[in-house]
């Protein structure tokens, strides 16, 4: 079984940086994708970026300014988030789904508890 673990979080400044980490198990990574999604209070849950085997996707928001990466090492896969808006407050969850990179969150079938991203003006 597929498990997830979520760090990184906390609260910076406008235009600081974060670097979220999710701890994977349990999963292949050749035949597994990761995405980040955030959420907000009375919103829907919303793609950030993903990973597949040998390509990454990100939404337009984030474009530019964060990253995602993984260390196959560690079984960890990670954003960095960089020039931080108001607007990135969130709630960031990873997931994991078996075959390519999707924005769906309905599509993914593994995830992790979470981890608050705060920025301040």
């Known amino acids: 079984q597929v498990q997830l673990v979520e760090s990184g979080g906390g609260l910076v400044q406008a235009g600081g940086s974060l670097r979220l980490s999710c701890a994977t198990s349990?999963?292949?990574?050749?035949?597994?994708?990761v995405g980040w999604f955030r959420q907000t209070p009375g919103k829907e849950r919303d793609f950030v970026a993903g990973?597949?085997?040998?390509?990454?996707y990100y939404s337009d928001s984030v474009k530019g300014r964060f990253t995602i990466s993984r260390d196959n090492a560690k079984n960890t896969v990670y954003l960095q988030m960089n020039s931080l808006k108001p607007e990135d407050t969130a709630v960031y969850y990873c997931?994991?789904?078996?075959?390519?990179?999707?924005?769906?969150?309905?599509?993914?079938?593994?995830w992790g508890q979470g981890t608050q991203v705060t920025v301040s003006s």
């Open positions: 990973i597949g085997w040998n390509y990454t």
């Open positions: 997931a994991v789904r078996r075959g390519p990179v999707h924005t769906g969150a309905v599509l993914y079938e593994f």
């Open positions: 349990g999963h292949t990574a050749s035949s597994y994708s």
